[in-house]
């Protein structure tokens, strides 16, 4: 296989949606695409790679209806006025889509069927939300008939339940406390405030010019979720979110978001040719299934393949980069990976930073090959 390499990274900052308050959110007057296309040429322009040589363009999105479906991901191409010549995929691995692309774009390069691949992710959870509001907005139908339909009973077609609870069920099963994952909040939002006063971010948020609900516009330049005041008292003071005697509050949980991200893949040798200095090499992938009643447990046996792959243990890993979907998704995976807490999320997680589903992959892994 050849190597493959990162050569450049760039996102928005993201914004916090608010799906029945869409005024506070500061993207309210923008698409999710729209954010994407903003991208697009200028991590072309900034990586130096000839957006003609392009072989592939990958767009992850959780929920790709709506305004959010992409024609196959070709919309964010037109918008951007890059080549028409570039072709498209839309890729939908929910919370890690923009991963899955990345995952693609590597397989691609590694098996020399490409030598360039932009993937991009997307999302905006004010504007395109998720769960009953997609069918009370009239963007889905939810499929009754399929699910009650007598020929097929012997098929679970309600595999999972609604996020939170399957956190709630992950917590139950592992046993940690709502201190532990409180503490754990409060360190994200800590870690990006610190991130945020260094400048760190600024390497890799592209601003946008947003009009706000009032005509007003807005340099948005900062990720809107991320708090100033989290301290463990106010994280206490918050009440379940999913289940009344439950421990997974708004304070151990990510909020939803909208932003989008993109990120250039090459082979090694058509880095150096270009005299590009990659910010990371892939050494290798993993991915593996869970039952989704508690999916939160996801990261450790693909990041168990990803290591075996690559030939490496955990304490090899100098750093991670954990989705903070729910705060036990990661304490979880530090327990039984035997990670060092220190080594993970450094730079603040999806509890501070936001999780707008299918861009999330994109910003763990754009993050991480800084950070190295």
């Not at 008939?145 to 020929?151: I, R, T, V």
């Not at 992950?170 to 800590?190: C, I, N, P, Y």
């Not at 327990?335 to 807490?341: Q, S, T, V």
């Amino acid at each position: 296989m050849r190597d493959v390499v990162i050569a450049g990274y760039l996102r928005t900052a993201l914004s916090r949606s608010r799906p029945t308050e869409p005024a506070r959110d500061w993207f309210c007057k923008m698409r999710a695409d729209e954010l994407l296309a903003k991208l697009l040429p200028e991590v072309i322009k900034r990586t130096g790679v000839n957006a003609q040589e392009i072989d592939d363009f990958l767009v992850g999105c959780a929920v790709a209806v709506g305004e959010q479906w992409g024609y196959g991901g070709r919309i964010p191409i037109f918008m951007a006025n890059l080549p028409k010549t570039i072709p498209a995929k839309f890729v939908d691995q929910q919370c890690g889509s923009s991963m899955a692309g990345v995952q693609i774009g590597f397989m691609e390069i590694a098996m020399n069927f490409a030598d360039t691949v932009l993937v991009g992710g997307m999302e905006h959870m004010t504007r395109v939300p998720m769960g009953m509001t997609q069918v009370e907005r009239g963007l889905i139908a939810p499929n009754m008939g399929l699910f009650l339909d007598p020929a097929l009973s012997h098929w679970d077609m309600m595999t999972s339940m609604n996020m939170g609870l399957t956190a709630e069920k992950l917590v139950a099963q592992t046993k940690f406390s709502r201190e532990e994952m409180d503490e754990w909040g409060v360190r994200s939002h800590r870690l990006a405030v610190q991130a945020r006063s260094d400048g760190y971010f600024d390497g890799e948020i592209l601003p946008v010019a947003a009009e706000q609900a009032d005509g007003s516009v807005l340099s948005v330049a900062t990720d809107q979720a991320v708090r100033d005041d989290a301290t463990i008292e106010s994280m206490r003071a918050l009440k379940p979110a999913f289940k009344k005697d439950g421990s997974v509050t708004p304070g151990n949980s990510s909020p939803l978001n909208a932003g989008a991200t993109a990120m250039i893949l090459m082979s090694k040798e058509a880095a150096r040719k270009r005299g590009i200095r990659p910010l990371a090499t892939i050494r290798s992938i993993g991915f593996a299934g869970v039952d989704p009643t508690i999916m939160g447990a996801g990261p450790v046996p693909a990041s168990r393949r990803a290591l075996e792959k690559a030939g490496l243990t955990a304490a090899d890993i100098d750093f991670w980069e954990i989705n903070e979907a729910f705060a036990v998704v990661v304490l979880y995976a530090i327990r039984e990976l035997g990670i060092d807490p220190a080594k993970v999320n450094v730079k603040g997680g999806g509890i501070a930073i936001g999780h707008p589903l299918g861009a999330t992959g994109g910003r763990l892994v754009g993050t991480l090959s800084r950070i190295l």
